[in-house]
Each structure stands twice: as structure tokens, then as C-alpha cells.
């Protein structure tokens, strides 16, 4: 290989824990739990919430009126992907942009960027206020697309949603509905803490609220690609291991075969999503903690409906604020992770390992399509250090994952403790010479 | 009991104490965890094509892992290429 460019550029902090290391599998502990002390053990040992299957039913959407009567009061039904008129208690669903759009076939013959009309670029000199004319009775409305897509006419009590595409990125191709009702989320929340009280920071336990989670419409690039992955490296295959020098001195040794390794996997992706908010985008977990929200993923997208502002009513909402071409990086970066990750299986000869030392990446096509996913957020903000812990829980499936911050002395005092212990029959067993 | 051992066993002291420190760390705080993408994106690949050959040995080695073992590391980034003349 030749014409070598430098690596892009790493996020500002990669090192131990950091999400830029590939997350342990569910359920796994680098520590054997049995081995540890009753009170922590308790914690480790109790249940976590339970992720749900949401292999959904038809999902809808629909016009902002009433199909049968018309009105404009909608509004979505928690815990279905239905809407519902307040008025006349009509319930419909609405398309899902899966086959509407044909979104999920063609992954294999993808060229070029394709862009659904929701993703385009945002307009420099987009505002975040926008203002509609009530048709009902001429009244001016103003909507704040930063963080709602609905508001009511304070003359006619006329509902609005944003439902056209403007050019300030703040209505996505499609939306995801909520399913996990209010009351669920908040037990989620009680049940994620519970697990994690022993060593909590004290404020944080006696603020903690969990009625106060907000749903929010979190926004999203939702990517099919196809790709070619190239990687180069050197792999070793241990031929011996022997010892040498005898007693106290002995020493094992191996030696290996080199070989010169390379392997080319041609692969398409099916609905990967990206933050496409660039602060929720920031996984830099000695300064927030946006890792939180990024391990709730994935989302059943499939069961998308077509946008309508009708879902978010009485909802918070995120606005996008990153174009497909500032984008592209991150995805060339999770692409050429897939890739490392589909080669690995044939690696498994080099029982010494591989070290790979270059790698290519060539996107024959994509496929963008914007998308607002629903979230439980929970945020406590930590006295000093100002950083905002989350607690998030996917608005579909339940998964949850939470930052509970911790009282370092207590947290120190519990390893000073463990530690000295381990000294204790440390030193018990070089003095009497085991 | 050898110096060495006695040194090793020595150690248990101050690494249990590390280590339960930074276990219950991201315990709480979860800074290890993010979406694991490479495995949970639907994925369909073709057969994974390519060559090994055999370059040379490593004899007489303490180590039991490769220098620079990255084969399950798959966000570490390494040298970016252009083109496939390789």
C-alpha cells in the first residue's frame, strides 16, 4: 500500500473506560462477584431492568387533522404508536418510512450519498423561531424549534405542528414513537439506582427524583451503507513453549511463526445510527456523560413512522445541527470498526494475535435518512464539578444505562480497606515462607 | 521464596486496592460503556477474502502475545491508505 495519509483525528480522550474502547458484552464483570464483599455484592447480584422486545405492531402517523372529523387537537398514545383526536377519540396509524420510502431493500446496489429530503443541509442562516399564520383564525404563533415541533393558537386554541421541511434541520424524514410509558421509565430509573446506592454521592441520593425524567425526541442519522474494508498487519502462530533455567530462575519461552496477514470484506449496513447533534455526538467521558445516551442504542428504526409533529406533542424535542458531510468521518470511522470486526473471525489461526498496522476503507454508497428517537432522561447536575450525570432509558425496548456519580471518599475507603486486607495475608505469607 | 514472587506477592496489597477502586468506578459511572455497534448493526457481509505469508519467526520470546495486538480492538484506528496497490 502507498500514499499513506495520516489516521484521522482521535477524540480527545481515549483511554482506559473510555467509550472509544470497544464496551464489554452484556452482563460480563471483570471481577468474579463472588469474591467480594456482601454489601457489594448485593448490588452487583440485583436484577437490572429489563430490556423489551418491541417487534412492533404497524406503527402510523397521518395528517395533523383528524381524518374523520378533523379536528387538530392530536395526540400520540402513550405506550402505542397510535395517534388519537382529543376530540372525537378517532385512533389511526400512520406509514412507515421502512416501506413507504423503500428504506430497507437496495442496501446491496447503493451508490453514491443518497439523502432523504429530511437530512439535507442545514441552511446557515436558519432561525430557530418560526412563525406560523393560525388558519383558524389569523392569529401569529410562534414555535421554538430548538426544543418543541407543537404549539397551541392562544386565541383559538388551534394546534399546530411543524410538519413541512425547513430548512433549519429541525424536522427529521421520520419519528420513532414513544412505547415506554412514564411510570415504567421512572421504576427503570428507581431499579437502575437502587443497584448503585452503597457508594453514591450522598447529594445525589437525597435530590434523586425520578419523576422528573423528561421524554425527549433525541435527533439522528440513521445510515445504509455499502463498503469495502481493507486491513494489513502481522499475525503470529506459536510453534514451542518451553522453559529454561531451573527452580527459582525458570522462565518460559515461546517462538512463532510471523506471517504477513491482509483481508478485504465487502459488507452493507442496515439502519446504523449516528448522533447528529453534535454536542449529544461528544462521547468525552472526562467531560460529560453523552456515553450514557449512546449505549441505549439501538433503536427498532424500522418501525418509523413518517414524520408528523402530532408525536411530539407535550414533548421535548432536540434539534439537529450537523449535515451528512460532517458526518461522514464518524461513519467511515464505525464502517472501518465493522470491518475489523467481520475479519476477526478469520484471524482465529494466530493464536498469538494480530497486530493490524493499516487499513483502507473504500464507501461504494449511503443512504441518510433523519430521525428523531424517543428517550427517558434523567440529569442531576453534581455540586463542584458541574457535570451532568444522565440516566437515560430507550423509549422503545427499556434498556437503560445511568452515571451515578460517586462519593470518592467512600468509594477510596471501601479499596484502602479491601487492600489492606490483601496486604495483610500478603505479607503473612512471605513471612512464614510459603 | 524467591525475590521476585515475594515482590509479586507484595503487589496484591495496592493492586486489589486499584482494582476494586476502578471496578466499582465505572460500576457507578459507566464510562466503559457505549453502543456496541459492531455487533449490533445488521451486517451483511460477503466472505472475507485474503493472503497469509509466512514473513519470518520470533524465537525465544518472553511475551506471550504479539507486540501491538490489536485483533479485538476494533476502534483503535491505525495507518489510513488510499489506494489498494498493497
Redesign the interface.
Known amino acids: ?8 483525528p ?1 477524540p480527545p480522550y481515549t483511554g ?9 458484552a452484556p452482563g460480563s ?3 468474579d462477584p463472588a469474591t ?1 464483599p456482601g454489601p ?1 455484592r448485593e448490588e ?1 447480584e440485583a436484577p437490572d431492568p429489563v430490556a423489551i422486545d418491541t417487534s412492533a405492531a404497524e406503527l402510523k402517523d397521518g395528517l395533523n387533522r383528524c381524518p374523520k372529523c378533523g379536528a387538530t387537537d392530536i395526540r400520540h398514545k402513550h405506550g402505542t404508536d397510535l395517534l388519537v383526536c382529543q376530540y372525537c377519540r378517532h385512533e389511526w396509524h400512520g406509514e412507515r418510512v421502512e416501506e413507504e420510502f423503500g428504506f430497507g431493500e437496495g ?2 446496489s447503493l451508490e453514491g450519498t443518497v439523502i432523504a429530503s429530511g437530512a439535507r443541509d442545514i441552511a446557515a442562516d436558519a432561525a430557530h423561531l418560526m412563525s406560523f399564520k393560525c388558519t383558524g383564525c389569523g392569529a401569529e404563533v410562534t414555535v421554538n424549534t430548538e426544543n418543541a415541533m407543537t404549539a397551541r393558537c392562544h386565541w383559538c386554541r388551534h394546534v399546530f405542528g411543524i410538519n413541512e421541511q425547513v430548512a433549519n434541520g429541525a424536522v427529521p424524514d421520520a419519528v420513532l414513537p414513544f412505547h415506554i410509558k412514564k411510570d415504567d421509565a421512572v421504576a427503570r430509573i428507581r431499579q437502575f439506582v437502587d443497584k ?1 446506592r452503597l ?2 454521592l450522598k447529594e445525589f441520593k437525597e435530590q434523586f427524583t425520578p419523576e422528573n425524567v423528561l421524554g425527549v425526541y433525541l435527533p439522528y442519522m440513521i445510515v445504509d451503507g455499502k463498503t469495502s474494508v ?1 486491513v ?5 502462530i506459536k ?2 513453549e518451553y522453559t529454561r533455567g531451573s527452580g ?2 525458570q ?23 449516528l448522533e447528529s447533534s453534535s454536542e449529544r455526538g461528544n ?1 468525552d ?1 472526562s467531560k460529560n ?1 453523552n ?2 445516551i ?5 433503536f427498532d428504526t424500522k418501525n418509523a413512522v413518517k414524520w408528523n409533529a402530532s408525536y411530539l406533542a407535550g414533548l421535548n424535542s432536540e434539534k439537529r445541527d450537523l449535515d451528512v458531510e460532517e458526518l461522514h468521518p464518524r461513519l467511515e ?2 464502517l ?3 470491518g ?8 482465529k489461526r ?1 493464536d ?11 464507501v461504494h454508497g449511503t443512504r441518510w435518512v433523519s430521525m428523531y428517537l424517543p428517550v427517558w432522561l434523567y440529569s442531576y447536575q453534581q455540586p463542584g464539578s458541574g457535570m451532568v450525570h444522565y440516566i437515560a432509558v430507550n423509549g422503545r425496548t427499556g434498556e437503560t ?6 462519593q470518592q471518599w467512600k ?2 475507603l ?3 480497606t ?10 503473612w ?2 513471612g512464614n ?2 | 521464596m524467591s525475590d521476585d514472587s515475594s515482590l509479586a506477592i507484595l503487589l496484591l496489597g495496592p493492586a486489589g486496592a486499584t482494582g476494586l477502586y476502578w471496578f466499582l468506578y465505572r460500576y457507578y459511572r459507566n464510562t466503559d460503556k457505549s453502543h456496541g455497534f459492531e455487533r449490533e448493526t445488521a451486517v451483511v457481509a460477503k466472505p472475507v477474502t485474503g493472503s497469509d505469508e509466512k514473513v519470518g519467526e520470533n524465537n525465544g520470546t518472553r511475551e506471550t502475545r504479539i507486540d501491538g495486538d490489536n485483533v479485538h480492538d476494533y476502534r483503535e484506528r491505525v495507518q489510513r491508505v488510499e489506494d489498494d496497490s498493497s
Not at chain 1, 500500500?1 to 484521522?8: A, D, E, L
Not at chain 1, 482506559?16 to 464489554?24: L, N, R
Not at chain 1, 494489513?232 to 503470529?236: C, I, N, T
Not at chain 1, 479491601?418 to 500478603?426: N, R, Y
Open positions: 500500500m502507498s500514499n499513506t495519509n495520516s489516521p484521522p482521535v482506559p473506560g473510555s467509550p472509544q474502547e470497544v464496551p464489554p464483570s471483570p471481577i467480594l457489594i452487583l442496501h446491496d448503585r457508594f453514591a481493507d494489513a498487519g502481522k499475525g503470529e510453534t514451542r527459582k530462575n522462565k518460559t519461552y515461546y517462538d512463532a511463526d510471523v506471517y504477513s496477514v491482509k483481508r478485504h470484506v465487502d459488507f452493507t449496513v442496515d439502519d446504523l445510527p462521547l467521558t456523560t456515553n450514557i449512546n449505549t441505549i442504542l439501538p470511522e464505525a472501518l470498526s465493522i475489523r470486526c467481520q475479519v476477526e473471525e478469520s484471524m494466530y498469538r494475535g494480530v497486530r493490524w498496522e493499516r487499513e483502507r476503507i473504500d444505562m445511568g452515571s451515578v456519580p460517586v468509594l477510596l471501601a479499596a484502602i479491601v487492600g489492606t486486607f490483601l496486604e495483610g495475608i500478603a505479607l505469607i512471605v515462607g510459603l
